[in-house]
T-cell receptor, first 121, second 116 residues
Framework: GAVVSQHPSWVICKSGTSVKIECRSL??????MFWYRQFPKQSLMLMAT?????????EQGVEKDKFLINHASLTLSTLTVTSAHPEDSSFYICSAYFFGLAGSASTDTQYFGPGTRLTVL | AQTVTQSQPEMSVQEAETVTLSCTYDTSESNYYLFWYKQPPSRQMILVIR??????QNATENRFSVNFQKAAKSFSLKISDSQLGDTAMYFC?????????????FGKGTKLSVKP
């Protein structure tokens, strides 16, 4: 299966600071990357969708100025939580989506990173 | 809009037994994909099995198999010979076919506990 890495795995920061989370597809080129937020004992909530070289598409209710997404290449997307506050504390998960010719990954499938636990004090 | 429903918030099974997790979905599309993802306590989302709606044959992956009933819009997951490592949240998910975006629509999940 395809491997997606996410860094850092956990981070603690002070209120008002910014935090950057990286998501990389290690063995395939992702046409699209997704960012999710997951609250305890709940399903994944899609925050935004990003394509390489394009502006991210944010879901309704997600502040684009607070959650900045940069998709620099077909293997790297970053999520920056700006001016973080305690209510931003959560588990953030990225996924990479492969569409097209099959390689090591199954096409038309999202592969997930291991997640980042963010705690804002 | 498509929806995915998992009606069993929690289930438990004895080790080595078989368990079936239910999932229903609603869509007006004829071609799509269905997935089961597993999220163990580590919270890593792991792809368990994938089904293409245009294939009549049910997908299988070792001890995991699905019962895909397209007319009934049902997509249940059967886990045979349950193991302690199968303890996890299981999410059923839907994806439209042929789109370059690949958006997934998730159910709320079923928490499965495998007891020794």
């Amino acid at each position: 299966g395809a491997v997606v890495s996410q860094h850092p795995s956990w981070v603690i920061c002070k209120s008002g600071t910014s935090v950057k989370i990286e998501c990389r597809s290690l063995d395939f080129q992702a046409t699209t990357m997704f960012w999710y937020r997951q609250f305890p004992k709940q399903s994944l909530m899609l925050m935004a969708t990003s394509n390489e070289g394009s502006k991210a598409t944010y879901e309704q209710g997600v502040e684009k100025d607070k959650f900045l997404i940069n998709h620099a290449s077909l293997t790297l997307s970053t999520l920056t939580v700006t001016s973080a506050h305690p209510e931003d504390s959560s588990f953030y998960i990225c996924s990479a989506y492969f569409f097209g010719l099959a390689g090591s990954a199954s096409t038309d499938t999202q592969y997930f990173g291991p997640g980042t636990r963010l705690t804002v004090l | 809009a498509q929806t995915v429903t998992q009606s069993q918030p929690e289930m438990s099974v004895q080790e080595a037994e078989t368990v079936t997790l239910s999932c229903t979905y609603d869509t007006s599309e004829s071609n799509y994909y269905l997935f089961w993802y597993k999220q163990p306590p580590s919270r890593q989302m792991i792809l368990v099995i994938r089904q293409e709606a245009y294939k009549q044959q049910n997908a299988t992956e070792n001890r995991f198999s699905v019962n895909f009933q397209k007319a009934a819009k049902s997509f249940s997951l059967k886990i045979s010979d349950s193991q302690l490592g199968d303890t996890a949240m299981y999410f059923c998910a839907f994806m439209n076919y042929g789109g370059s975006q690949g958006n997934l629509i998730f159910g709320k999940g079923t928490k499965l506990s495998v007891k020794p």
